[in-house]
């Protein structure tokens, strides 16, 4: 079993930039798959980006591509989301998540779930 518990949300202003991250319960959290999700209200959970075990690859999804930064220090069990010229549209609940099949892009591809943090974009 794998706890996940994100921080580092908040209110920013629009252009702005905020770091999100997630830390693992797990010993073997290097053999991980992670990914970060969002929810935004009334909308279905979105993909983000996902990183493999080593960071070597990683996904985006088109609309934070070139705006957004995927990390992790396998060290420290922890998982990074570096958001840079943030919009109001970015403004949803961010969910990291773990898996140790593939490098999934869907919701069903992750087993462990973290409870969130809230983003907030002002226009």
């Known amino acids: 079993q794998v706890q996940l518990v994100e921080s580092g949300g908040g209110l920013v202003q629009a252009g702005g930039s905020l770091r999100v991250s997630c830390t693992a319960s797990t010993r073997t959290f290097r053999t991980y798959y992670m990914g970060w999700f969002r929810q935004a209200p009334g909308k279905e959970r979105e993909f983000v980006s996902a990183?493999?075990?080593?960071?070597?690859?990683?996904y985006y999804a088109g609309s934070v591509k070139g705006r957004f930064t995927v990390s992790r220090d396998n060290a420290k069990n922890t998982l990074y989301l570096q958001m840079n010229s943030l919009k109001p549209e970015d403004t949803a609940v961010y969910y990291c998540?773990?898996?140790?099949?593939?490098?999934?892009?869907?919701?069903?591809?992750?087993?462990?779930w973290g409870q969130g943090t809230q983003v907030t974009v002002s226009s």
């Open positions: 998540a773990a898996n140790n099949r593939r490098l999934g892009v869907y919701i069903n591809d992750y087993d462990y």
């Open positions: 990183i493999d075990w080593s960071g070597g690859n990683t």
